[in-house]
Nanobody, 123 residues
Framework: QVQHVESGGGLVQPGGSLRISCAVSGFASGVTPDYYHTGWFRQAPGKAREQISCISSKDGSAYYSDSVKDRFTISRDNAKNTVYLQMNSLKPEDTAVYYC????????????WGQGTQVTVSS
């Protein structure tokens, strides 16, 4: 079973930067296959979990939601089976628990979420 372990969250001031990581494991080959695209999701207090970014394992093409576009950058290291999210110009409204999962999953139907990593943007 594919598992995701998120890390790197913390407290950062508005306008600051943070990079979080997602270690993906559980593939029989030991490496992330080309067909497995990983996405970042987040859930802010009192709000629904939403997908904010996605990256193709095959060609590195990326998707960003309007709320993070031009501020966040998703990247991957296939050799390390790790996906990163570089977050710049952070805002208080970016405060949330961040999770990774396969791109496009229906959040209410997916049951293999990791523990997530808390990102708090506050002065």
């Amino acid at each position: 079973q594919v598992q995701h372990v998120e890390s790197g969250g913390g407290l950062v001031q508005p306008g600051g930067s943070l990079r979080i990581s997602c270690a993906v494991s559980g593939f029989a080959s030991g490496v992330t296959p080309d067909y497995y695209h990983t996405g970042w999701f987040r859930q802010a207090p009192g709000k629904a979990r939403e997908q904010i970014s996605c990256i193709s394992s095959k060609d590195g093409s990326a998707y960003y939601s309007d709320s993070v576009k031009d501020r966040f950058t998703i990247s991957r290291d296939n050799a390390k089976n790790t996906v990163y999210l570089q977050m710049n110009s952070l805002k208080p409204e970016d405060t949330a628990v961040y999770y990774c999962a396969p791109c496009g999953v229906k959040v209410d139907a997916y049951h293999s979420w990791g523990q997530g990593t808390q990102v708090t943007v506050s002065s």
